[in-house]
């Protein structure tokens, strides 16, 4: 004989299964987010307003290649070194250019010509510090302005 409320049963079963997979699914979220944070990846920081931003991994990612690079350098090479795409490392670098981590160099009268590296590369005079300079082949042989 058939249980009467062996139709709801069923129900709440399969109802049961989805939550527990969604539930699953928040775990793998929750620990991934975690390891991003331990890696570096997730960067948190304070406002002019002392609000938390939370800013994804890519300016984090564009940092560090850059600290790799340890030099003034092109967005190609920084994409290349963060294993990024060219304008997602140009984004980052607007951003990371306004909150004042970054600086750059046009060398010649050519966009093309423009390098960015850590603000703290440059002394007080604005100049690059030695242990930093480009790499003067990358330049497109324009006329120099510095």
């Not at 307003?49 to 790799?68: R, Y």
């Not at 670098?93 to 390098?115: A, W």
């Not at 510090?129 to 006329?143: A, C, T």
């Amino acid at each position: 004989m058939q249980n009467l409320h062996e139709p709801a049963i069923k129900e709440l079963e399969a109802k049961l299964e989805e939550i527990l997979a969604q539930a699953e699914g928040f775990k793998s979220s929750i620990q991934a987010l975690k390891n991003l944070s331990t890696n570096g990846a997730i960067v948190s920081k304070v406002d002019n307003n002392k609000n938390i931003v939370s800013s994804t991994g890519i300016l984090a990612i564009v940092e560090q290649s850059l600290k790799k690079l340890n030099k003034f350098a092109k967005i190609h090479q920084i994409a290349t070194t963060a294993n990024l795409e060219a304008a997602k490392v140009r984004g980052a670098i607007t951003t990371l250019l306004n909150d004042k981590v970054v600086t750059k160099v046009q060398v010649t009268t050519s966009n093309g010509d423009t390098f960015w590296g850590l603000s703290d590369w440059k002394d007080s005079s604005g100049a690059v510090k030695k242990e930093h300079i480009y790499d003067e082949s990358e330049l497109l042989g324009r006329k120099v302005i510095i």
